[in-house]
C-alpha cells in the first residue's frame, strides 16, 4: 500500500553536491520517522539521516556537518548533499516506519524501518 520513491542521484567529482529526493504514497500517520541509508558494494547497509514528525534529526558520523535531511510533509522527504567524497559513493535508500524513536541509533538503524524505496544511486569520483 505504501510506496516510496527516490530520485536526484547521479555522478559528481568530489567536492560537488546533489539533492536527494523521495516521493511517498500510501498512508499518512501523525507520527512517522523518514530516514535515508546507503549501501556500498560489499558493505552492510547504514543509516545516513532521519528526520520524525516532532522535527528531530539524526545523523551518521561521516555526513554531520555535509548532510541535511529535510520534510516538507510526510509526502516528501529530501537529503541535501554538499561537499561529495568519493567514500559517499553508494546506493542510497529511503524509508519510513510508523511511529518515532527514542533514540538517535535506533533512527539509523535499518531493522526498524518498514518500507522502502527501491534505490538511487550516487558515484562521486576524485
Known amino acids: 500500500q505504501v510506496q516510496l520513491v527516490e530520485s536526484g542521484g547521479g555522478s559528481v567529482q568530489a567536492g560537488g553536491s546533489l539533492r536527494l529526493s523521495c516521493a511517498a504514497s500510501g498512508s499518512s500517520w501523525s507520527s512517522s520517522t523518514m530516514g535515508w541509508f546507503r549501501q556500498a558494494p560489499g558493505k552492510e547497509r547504514e543509516g545516513v539521516a532521519a528526520t520524525d514528525s516532532n522535527g528531530v534529526k539524526t545523523y551518521s558520523d561521516s555526513v554531520k556537518g555535509r548532510f541535511t535531511i529535510s520534510q516538507d510533509n510526510t509526502k516528501n522527504m529530501y537529503l541535501q548533499m554538499n561537499s561529495l567524497k568519493p567514500e559517499d559513493t553508494a546506493v542510497y535508500f529511503c524509508?519510513?516506519?510508523?511511529?518515532?524513536?527514542?533514540?538517535?541509533?535506533?533512527?539509523?538503524?535499518?531493522?526498524?524501518?518498514?518500507?522502502w524505496g527501491q534505490g538511487t544511486q550516487v558515484t562521486v569520483s576524485s
Open positions: 524509508a519510513i516506519r510508523y511511529g518515532r524513536l527514542s533514540s538517535a541509533e535506533y533512527r539509523l538503524a535499518t531493522a526498524w524501518y518498514t518500507y
